[in-house]
C-alpha cells in the first residue's frame, strides 16, 4: 500500500496562476481532508469530503475549490494564486463513520508551494 | 481558531530524559488525538484517547486527558534522538458532528540531544 500521495512534492507560481494539488489514497478511507500548515502554526483545515461527490468547507476555504469525483482522489485548486497561499499544503484520509467521534487520520508527505 | 494549544512551544532535553507536553483546549471533545511531525514530512498519528479514558499506553508513550481541566499531556520516557520532532495534540469537538473534523494545535518542537 502506498497509503496517502500527493503530486507535486513542490511548486512555484507567479501571482494570478492557477494550479491544481492531486492526492491520493489507496485504502478505500470514506473522508478526505486538505490542511494547510504555516510556520510556527498547527493545520488549518481548508476543505474536506465525507465521500464520494461530496465536499464541505474548513476553516479556511477562501481562495480554494476542491472536488472528489472518484472515491481515492481529492483534488485542491487554486484558481488564482496569492502570495499569502504560500504555505505547506497536507492531504489526509480516514476511514470515516465506523466510531464515534473523529477516527485516526493518515497523512500525505505534503506540496510545498510558493507563490511569488 | 486553535482548539487546541500545545505548551511548551520548544522542549530541549539530553538522551534518555523523560519529555512532557501538554495541550489545553476548549470546548467538549469525542477524543483527543496525538501526532509526530518529522522535518518536512506528514503527521503520523501517535495514540488517541476518547473521552471517557483518563489513561492510556503505547509503548513509550503514556498519554493523559483530564476532561474537567480540558487538558492532556503527552510523556515520552527514554527519550531518543529519533524522537526529535514536532508533537501536535488534535481534538475531536463534539460539535464537529459526522464531520469528524480535528483541529490541531500548533505544536511542540521536541529536540532529544544525543
Known amino acids: 500500500n502506498a497509503g496517502v500521495t500527493q503530486t507535486p512534492k513542490f511548486r512555484v507560481l507567479k501571482t494570478g496562476q492557477s494550479m491544481t494539488l492531486l492526492c491520493a489514497q489507496d485504502?478505500?478511507?470514506?473522508?478526505m481532508y486538505w490542511y494547510r500548515q504555516d510556520p510556527g502554526m498547527g493545520l488549518r483545515l481548508i476543505h474536506y469530503s465525507v465521500g464520494e461527490g461530496t465536499t464541505a468547507k474548513g476553516e479556511v476555504p477562501d481562495g480554494y475549490n476542491v472536488s472528489r469525483l472518484k472515491k481515492q482522489n481529492f483534488l485542491l485548486g487554486l484558481e488564482s494564486a496569492a502570495p499569502s497561499q504560500t504555505s505547506v499544503y497536507f492531504c489526509?484520509?480516514?476511514?470515516?463513520?465506523?466510531?464515534?467521534?473523529?477516527?485516526?487520520?493518515?497523512f500525505g508527505p505534503g506540496t510545498r508551494l510558493t507563490v511569488l | 481558531s486553535q482548539q487546541g494549544e500545545e505548551d511548551p512551544q520548544a522542549l530541549s532535553i539530553q538522551e534518555g530524559e523523560n519529555a512532557t507536553m501538554n495541550c489545553s483546549y476548549k470546548?467538549?471533545?469525542?477524543?483527543l488525538q496525538w501526532y509526530r511531525q518529522n522535518s518536512g514530512r506528514g503527521l503520523v498519528h501517535l495514540i488517541l484517547?476518547?473521552?471517557?479514558?483518563r489513561e492510556k499506553h503505547s509503548g513509550r508513550l503514556r498519554v493523559t486527558l483530564d476532561t474537567s481541566k480540558k487538558s492532556s499531556s503527552l510523556l515520552i520516557t527514554a527519550s531518543r534522538a529519533a524522537d526529535t520532532a514536532s508533537y501536535f495534540c488534535?481534538?475531536?469537538?463534539?460539535?464537529?458532528?459526522?464531520?469528524?473534523?480535528?483541529?490541531f494545535g500548533s505544536g511542540t518542537q521536541l529536540t532529544v540531544l544525543p
Open positions: 489526509a484520509s480516514s476511514y470515516g463513520p465506523r466510531t464515534s467521534g473523529a477516527d485516526t487520520q493518515y
Open positions: 484517547i476518547r473521552s471517557n479514558e
Open positions: 470546548t467538549s471533545i469525542n477524543n
Open positions: 488534535a481534538t475531536d469537538a463534539i460539535s464537529s458532528g459526522s464531520a469528524r473534523q480535528l483541529t
Open positions: 485504502m478505500n478511507h470514506e473522508y
